[in-house]
C-alpha cells in the first residue's frame, strides 16, 4: 500500500470520530458512491443510516444522465425509521477527472459536488438541503474478466433546514469521509456489484448492483 492511500485511510478514520449533531432527517448523498471510476448506467441500491436519530432504511435508484459521458448522474429514493415515518429524498451529482495514474503518481484523482434535499412525505414540513464537495482517490485491477476499484473520498458537506417545522439551526456544516468498492466480473463491466460507506457524521451503508 502506498503512503498516498495510508494517509488517505488515517484521515478517513480520523473524520469518522468528528463530534455531530443528531439529525431527524436523512441525507441524500450519503454514501457518496463516487469514485474516480465508478461507473454510469442505472443502479439500485439498498441503503441503511444509523446517524439521523434512528436507523433508517432506503431503497435508492441511480441514474447516468446520457451525453454526459459520466460526469452527471442522478439519485434518488425513499427510506423508512422504526416508527414507518416515510421520508423521500434526491439530488444530481456532478464529477470531473483531475488526475489519472501515471509510473510516478499511482491514483486517479477526481473532483466531485452536488446539490440534493431530503423531506418527510408525511407530517413535519421542512427538508435538509445539502451540498456536499470531495475529492476521491482510487485505482482500479483487472485480471481476466475481474476488475475492482476501490476508493476514498474526503470533503465537506454543507446542510440548510427549510421549511416551518425544520430545527432552529438553519445552517451547517461537517466534514465527510466515504469508502467505497465496485467489483465486476464481466470483462465488459455491464454489472458492477457496488459498496459504499460513509462515515463520522453521515453514517450510513449501501450495496448494489450497477447495470449499463
Known amino acids: 500500500m502506498t503512503m498516498r492511500v495510508t494517509t488517505l485511510l488515517i484521515v ?5 470520530a468528528w463530534p455531530h449533531a443528531v439529525r431527524a432527517q436523512i441525507a441524500w448523498d450519503t454514501p457518496r458512491m ?7 448506467g442505472f443502479g439500485v441500491y439498498f441503503l441503511r443510516s444509523s446517524a439521523l436519530g434512528g436507523e433508517m432504511d432506503a431503497a435508492m435508484g441511480t441514474l447516468g444522465l446520457p451525453g454526459t459521458n459520466g460526469s452527471v448522474s442522478l ?3 425513499a427510506a423508512v425509521n422504526a416508527d414507518d415515518d416515510l421520508t423521500v429524498f434526491g439530488g444530481i451529482d456532478v464529477r470531473a477527472p483531475i488526475a489519472r495514474h501515471t509510473d510516478t503518481q499511482p491514483l486517479d484523482i ?6 440534493g ?5 408525511q407530517g413535519e414540513r421542512w427538508a435538509l ?10 485505482r482500479s485491477w483487472s485480471s481476466g474478466s475481474v476488475w475492482l476499484a476501490p476508493y476514498v473520498s474526503l470533503g465537506v458537506a454543507f446542510d440548510l433546514n427549510v421549511g416551518g417545522d425544520a430545527p432552529d439551526e438553519e445552517f451547517e456544516w461537517s ?13 465488459g463491466r455491464r454489472f458492477v456489484v457496488r459498496v459504499g460507506a460513509s462515515l463520522g457524521d453521515r453514517h450510513a451503508v449501501a450495496v448494489g448492483l450497477n447495470v449499463r
Open 12 to 16: 478517513a478514520v480520523s473524520l469518522s
Open 34 to 40: 463516487v469514485g474516480p471510476e465508478s461507473p454510469t
Open 75 to 77: 439519485r434518488g429514493g
Open 110 to 115: 477526481e473532483w466531485t459536488a452536488g446539490i
Open 117 to 121: 434535499a431530503g423531506a418527510p412525505a
Open 129 to 138: 438541503v445539502s451540498l456536499p464537495m470531495a475529492l476521491s482517490a482510487g
Open 175 to 187: 466534514p465527510t469521509a466515504d469508502v467505497g468498492l465496485d467489483l465486476a466480473l464481466d470483462a
